[in-house]
């Protein structure tokens, strides 16, 4: 599967974006998906996290804020940030587990999120 995120932009501090993520392959409903960050100096935070049957789970950071989805009809992933901090600064990637590995493997392209106080 190849991914790619878009959505990303320019946000004042408690406002909210949507970041979606088009994935290509026609197993998309067999890969685990999540979202991860990477803030500059900062390695790879994984925010939140969707399986292949829909059970979602997110960092402590982002709990009550952030929602992650998914339509497998249209091979997409999605992340609604809401309430956003300049703390959620960061290059947004979107990226897949495939089945039988224990790590996410995948990752595409990121977009740029940045959050003014």
């Known amino acids: ?6 959505g990303g932009g320019l946000v004042q501090a408690g406002g909210s ?5 088009a994935a290509s392959g026609r197993t998309f409903t067999s890969y685990d998906m999540g979202w991860s960050r990477q803030a500059p100096g900062k390695g790879r935070e994984l925010v939140a996290i969707i399986r292949a049957n829909g059970i ?5 950071s982002v709990k009550g804020r952030f929602t992650i989805s998914r339509d497998n009809a249209k091979n997409m992933l999605y992340l609604q940030m809401d309430s956003l901090k300049p703390d959620d600064t960061a290059v947004y990637s979107c990226g897949a587990r495939s089945p039988g590995v ?3 493997d995948i990752w ?4 740029q999120v940045t959050v003014s106080s």
């Open 1 to 6: 599967v190849q991914l790619q995120a878009s």
């Open 17 to 21: 974006l949507r970041l979606s993520c």
């Open 56 to 60: 979602t789970s997110y960092t402590d």
């Open 102 to 104: 224990s790590t996410y």
């Open 108 to 111: 595409g392209q990121g977009t």
